[in-house]
């Protein structure tokens, strides 16, 4: 090992223990104020592991650092949650008439929004069906960066920061633009509440019945963001996820990664939780994104597709 590259390592890993130093005092602080969690126990363990452990490691705690920022500025939304909201501007019945120009059925005679006659037709069946990708998207999304750190490193990079642009994209229309979900307009009507708690739904309700386990209640009672139907994250990240796999992944992972698209489409609407237009929005923000990125991140990623070559290199000129 050349001089420069050990002076390369030992700058780059200081960097590391540094940045995972100050993530690991957020859940620490959180547990002091009496507000910790299971996921702050498991940020910490998490980080400890990955940033004092072997240069491999180093460099994927390097690779997640935009996942980790992203939980903090989730976390932190719980204190800003109704900044710039106010019951005049939340969108709450406007979406459900839009809707009913862009997809609707007929139930007994009547049209209505697509939500209604699927909540009509509901069964326990697709209620199990599509809460899978509702159950892993979050995983997915770690997953693939995983992979990516496997096989383009640098491409895992632009991956990370684009999903972290897209969600804080996403919060700040939350802000700008809030939006009442299906299940809020079939629970309270047109009638807006700032004070309203986030919810599961009927049809996730049901599968933590099934399980015998309140998976999807727990995940929903933490949440701050009852109007941030618009637009779909849940839809962005597998839409993301396809447009910076696709040259890395093959015809069984692009044909999974399309599949599971689809299915959070399907699932986003037909579970209550989205209109039709949050989830051609949350489509569209996915593809800017990637737009975006193609043309700022990604030509680095061009140049070195070998991943962790690719460092070495850089330390030895």
Partial sequence: ???????????????????????????????????????????????????????????????????ALLGFVYDSMR??????????????????????????????????????????????????????????????????????YRRNYQRMQAFGWAFFAMNVAGFVTYHVAPAAPPWYVRAYGCAVDLHAKASEGANLARVDAWLGWPYFHAMYSRSSDVFGALPS???????????????VLGTLGRTAIVTF???????????????????LLGLGYAIATY????????????RWPAGAKSDERSAAR
């Fill in 1 to 67: 090992m050349t001089l420069a590259l050990r002076t390369h390592w030992f700058t780059r890993t200081r960097r590391v223990q540094l940045i995972g130093a100050s993530f690991m005092l957020w859940p620490v602080a959180c547990f002091a104020a009496g507000v910790g969690r299971s996921e702050h126990l498991a940020l910490f363990v998490a980080t400890l592991a990955l940033v004092f452990a072997t240069t491999k490691t180093h460099r994927l705690f390097a690779g997640l650092v935009p996942f």
């Fill in 79 to 148: 204190w800003i949650r109704n900044i710039g909201l106010s019951e005049s501007r939340v969108l709450a019945c406007d979406l459900r008439n839009f809707d009913m120009k862009l997809l609707k059925a007929t139930h007994h005679g009547k049209s209505v929004p697509i939500h209604d006659w699927l909540q009509a037709h509901a069964s326990l069946g697709w209620d199990l069906l599509f809460a899978v990708p509702y159950a892993t998207f979050l995983f997915v999304s770690v997953a693939f960066a995983v992979l990516l």
């Fill in 233 to 247: 994250l849940h839809v962005s990240y597998p839409m993301l996820i396809a447009l910076f796999g696709w040259p």
């Fill in 261 to 279: 698209t689809l299915l959070m489409c399907g699932a986003a609407v037909y579970l209550d939780h989205h209109w039709v237009s949050d989830v």
């Fill in 291 to 302: 737009a975006a990125c193609a043309c700022i991140l990604l030509p680095t990623a061009r």
